[in-house]
């Protein structure tokens, strides 16, 4: 520790750690409209391609770090415009296009710096440029790396309505006038910017790294773009950091240290993560499996006949659970009061028993929906109607019913579990020729609804013409209307 504490408060540890901290949180920014857009090959082009900008500088000016910079920022706009030329203009597929341009560019790059290399006196490391030298960093790359954050950053800052829409909704962006393929390059700018600060930090090849992870990293624990900015620049400054740290622990080169801290980050939320991580979906998909068991014993309870006490083997004969499973099922039905479970013996409690009735119903109606309205025969809907009544909510279900027109028995004849209470009098207990008026209340919305659509309100007076099988015809004044047959039974009615 001691041997830390010394190093990090060396000049050149210090210079390192602004460095890196500068490009961790620019990478992390920028890398989310990156990802966003799915342009992460591209991020990972203007990486390679900017060798041949830093080839030119050197020949130009020699050894000069604004000169690598300039160069590398040239090189990389050469790049994206290529990439976009191709796109646009020849009969080749993005990928194929991004492909074809970065790796060209990239094996110049590596040719002519291994050729001056060669030269007498000239001190131009390629692996310095494709793994990063942060350990050496100068005032001067801090302050170029510096300049050109705040730049990046008051840019998205500035910009971030214009890169919001246009990464979202590129339609509407277009149709408000704003120009998306110039908020494009502009974007590959300030990504040529950060590739190209992040040089002497991570390198070239790892880079990607830097504008990809964090970003992917904050997408897992967020979902509105803001946190996710800010989440994501967090991450790349403890990255930076931390990866430099071990560096220093392990002696071993810091760009490929914080490559490992990155992904190392993106694991644990993969894992972790409150609504996206892979052991939350895993604990969400067992209560799933625990709540779709608990409704089939109840399902299977309530087919029983009213009031009967159930034993584990009548469940096991009817479910393909073993005992044990069956016994684990009923004890936690009965803490949620849907049962009693006791001396190996259950029946349902009331609010047991409207539970299951519920799935029952479900059931049901979805059977006789893919009769009526799919067209499957009853072979076919048992097991669909299976799967579906643990997925279907209360107001689907509803008007699953109000599509059916309130059926009172499935396919297969069975009785289907009303939800609404039959009213006191209906048009259905009329005698024909007798008169009536629509009451002020009905049994549900939807039955009120039905009446608004057919010009029927409440307190109307009518006379009950006819009660055919499919349709009853009432009159209202000297205007006949004709009811479905099971809707008018659900229609309260006063004399």
């Known amino acids: ?3 830390l504490i010394d190093a990090l408060s060396s000049g050149w540890a210090i210079r390192a750690m602004i460095a890196s901290s500068l490009v961790g949180i620019m990478c992390g920014v920028i890398g989310c409209f990156i990802v966003l857009r799915n342009m992460s090959l591209i991020g990972d082009a203007l990486a390679h391609a900017i060798l041949p900008g830093i080839f030119v500088a050197f020949i130009l000016v020699g050894y000069s770090t604004i000169g690598f910079f ?4 040239v090189a990389g706009l050469f790049t994206a415009f290529g990439i976009t030329w191709i796109q646009h203009n020849v009969k080749t597929k993005n990928d194929a296009a991004i492909g074809i341009v970065f790796t060209t560019m990239f094996a110049i790059g590596v040719m002519g710096i291994s050729y001056i290399s060669q030269g007498e006196g000239v001190h131009l490391d390629l692996s310095d440029f494709l793994f990063g030298t942060t350990l050496s960093i100068s005032p001067e790359d801090i302050y170029i790396t510096g300049t050109v954050c705040i730049f990046v950053l008051a840019s998205v800052v500035v910009f971030y309505r214009y890169l919001f829409i246009t990464t979202f909704q590129e339609t509407i962006a277009q149709t408000m006038g704003i120009s998306v393929k110039m908020i494009h390059y502009f974007l590959m700018l300030l990504l040529s910017f950060a590739v190209v600060s992040a040089l002497r930090s991570v390198g070239v090849i790892l880079v990607v790294a830097m504008l990809i992870t964090p970003a992917s990293t904050a997408l897992l624990l ?3 773009l803001k946190n996710v900015l800010i989440i994501s620049a967090i991450i790349g400054l403890i990255s930076a950091n931390l990866g430099l740290i071990i560096s220093i622990i392990f002696n071993t080169t810091p760009g490929p240290a914080m490559t490992v801290v990155v992904t190392g980050l993106y694991l644990i939320a993969a894992v972790f993560s409150p609504k996206k991580g892979l052991a939350v979906r895993y604990i969400r998909k067992q209560r799933q499996r625990l709540k779709i068991e608990q409704e089939d014993i109840l ?3 309530v087919k029983a006949d009213d009031g009967i006490v159930l034993d584990v083997s009548y469940f096991t004969d009817k479910l393909d659970f073993s005992k044990g499973q069956v016994k684990t099922l009923l004890q936690q039905l009965s803490k949620e009061g849907l049962g009693q479970w006791k001396n190996g013996r259950f029946k349902l409690t009331d609010k047991g028993l409207s539970a299951g009735e519920v799935l029952v119903r479900a059931h049901r109606l979805w059977e006789t929906y893919l009769v009526d309205k799919v067209g499957l025969n009853e072979e076919q809907i048992h097991d669909e109607a299976e799967k579906m009544e643990h997925h279907m909510s209360s107001e689907f279900l509803d008007e699953v019913d109000h599509l059916l027109g309130y059926p009172e028995k499935d396919p297969h004849g069975s009785p289907i579990p009303q ?9 259905i207990d009329l005698h024909p020729k007798s008169k009536a008026k629509i009451a002020s209340k009905q049994i549900s919305d939807a039955i009120e609804s039905e009446l608004w659509e057919l010009g029927l309100l409440p307190n109307q007076d009518f006379i009950l013409n006819e009660i055919g099988r499919d349709y ?8 006949k209307k004709e009811i479905r ?11």
């Not at 300039?70 to 920022?73: E, F, M, N, P, Y």
């Not at 939800?419 to 048009?427: A, M, Q, Y």
């Not at 047959?485 to 004399?495: G, Q």
């Open 222 to 224: 967020s979902n509105k």
């Open 419 to 427: 939800k609404f209470t039959r009213p006191k009098l209906s048009i």
């Open 1 to 3: 520790m001691d041997l």
């Open 485 to 495: 047959t099971s809707l008018a039974r659900l229609i309260s009615v006063e004399k």
């Open 70 to 73: 300039l160069g590398s920022v």
């Open 472 to 479: 009853v015809e009432i009159q209202c004044d000297s205007e």
């Open 299 to 301: 399902k299977q309870a």
